[in-house]
């Protein structure tokens, strides 16, 4: 079957109104907006992003300024990215870039990988609570 011009071009223009929907998600995530349009930065007074660090390496006794995949390293990096994500008014380029230097996709799959921690019931969300529960008595 040959398509006409005119199915061509409504492909095309669907194929790249597409594509720039997913770009269009994937800035939102970058700047903590869910695509319903609502925020997921609730935060009262100003956290120093270095207070938050600091809290995780004593916590978890380690530095997770390393550049490491080891649990011990990489796990705490994940709780402190999501606490300054939803502590602080830091985008996720800025998160990266005092954590390790990564990119905000990587802040992205952290923050994500603290959320499937609550939904599944691991036992790392637990440490994060009692973060959390730290930070709202300070602030």
């Known amino acids: 079957m040959r398509l006409s011009h005119e199915q061509k071009k409504a492909i095309k223009l669907y194929l790249t109104a597409k594509r720039f929907l997913e ?11 869910t695509e ?5 930065i609730e935060h009262k007074d100003p956290i120093d992003p270095d207070w938050i660090i600091d809290l995780v390496n ?11 995949r080891q649990r011990g390293v990489a ?3 994940h709780i402190a990215r999501y606490l300054l994500r939803h502590y602080t008014s830091l985008s996720m380029v800025d998160i ?8 905000h996709t990587t802040v992205c799959h952290s923050v994500e990988n603290v959320k499937n921690w609550f939904e599944t019931g691991d036992d790392w969300a637990n440490h994060v609570r009692e973060l959390e529960q730290i930070i709202g008595n300070t602030n």
């Open 23 to 33: 770009r269009a998600k994937i800035k939102l995530a970058a700047m903590g907006v």
């Open 36 to 40: 319903d349009g609502q925020a997921y």
């Open 58 to 68: 004593n916590k978890f006794k380690t530095d997770i300024s390393r550049k490491t």
């Open 75 to 77: 796990y705490p990096r």
């Open 96 to 103: 990266g870039q005092i954590t390790t230097g990564a990119d």
